[in-house]
């Protein structure tokens, strides 16, 4: 257990569903981040919070609309999205937004887009 | 940050050490050297982090040569639970955690 939970733990959508992902850190940090995971490739940072402010954007696609409503708390909104994007869905948080910092993870969500 | 390498798997008996080398030859003054572990279909979980010195937490041990152009990490008493994919990182003040292939430690009984 990290302290960071995930949830759903699994999901599938259908291509025009919309679905939200949800993270929640109890370690008392200040800066979250969305990461996917697809087969065989490597981990691919996607969003940067710190302290709720969007730090970083790495060439999303606008299917994935991110939020953080504070600090602990960090949803991934989903919308429209593709069979590529099926994936596993990592969070993680760390204390202070640098980039120095050791980031600890959730245990996921295992998408799959139909 | 700099590029790491690391053996694709290894072997290891359960109850012994454990030890998983990388190597990180261009690794700048700055960089830290982590190692995360991936168990299948789970998030990765941190295990320890160095600079310079050697490092040792509830987890396990981190040995960080002097000319700090490689490091061993060693799991002292491997259990079956600890078979997963290692990953060693070096990284300095990037956000962005950049996971090589790994090595597969898969502990026998």
């Known amino acids: 257990e990290t302290g960071v939970t995930q949830t759903p733990r699994h999901l599938v959508m259908g291509m025009t569903n919309k679905k939200s992902l949800k993270c929640e850190q109890h370690?008392?940090?200040?800066?979250m981040y969305w990461y996917k995971q697809s087969a065989k490739k490597p981990l691919e940072l996607m969003f940067v919070?710190?302290?709720?402010?969007?730090?970083e954007n790495n060439s999303v696609p606008s299917r994935f609309s991110p939020e953080c409503p504070n600090s602990s708390h960090l949803f991934l909104h989903l919308h429209t999205l593709q069979p590529e994007d099926s994936a596993l869905y990592l969070c993680?948080?760390?204390?202070?937004?640098?980039?120095?910092?050791?980031?600890?993870f959730g245990p996921g969500t295992r998408l799959l887009v139909l | 940050d700099a590029k790491t390498t690391q053996p694709p798997s290894m072997d290891c008996a359960e109850g012994r050490a454990a030890n998983l080398p990388c190597n990180h030859s261009?690794?700048?003054?700055?960089?830290?050297v982590y190692w995360y572990r991936q168990i299948h279909s789970q998030g990765p979980q941190y295990i320890i982090h160095?600079?310079?010195n050697n490092e040792t937490n509830e987890m396990a041990s981190l040995i960080i040569t002097e000319d700090r152009k490689s490091s061993t990490l060693i799991l002292p008493h491997a259990t079956l639970r600890d078979t997963a994919v290692y990953y060693c990182?070096?990284?300095?003040?990037?956000?962005?955690?950049?996971f090589g292939a790994g090595t597969t430690v898969t502990v026998r009984a």
């Open positions: 993680a948080s760390s204390q202070g937004g640098t980039g120095k910092e050791t980031q600890y």
């Open positions: 370690l008392g940090h200040n800066a």
């Open positions: 919070y710190n302290f709720k402010e969007q730090t």
């Open positions: 261009t690794i700048s003054g700055n960089e830290y």
């Open positions: 160095g600079l310079k």
């Open positions: 990182i070096v990284r300095a003040s990037d956000y962005k955690l950049s």
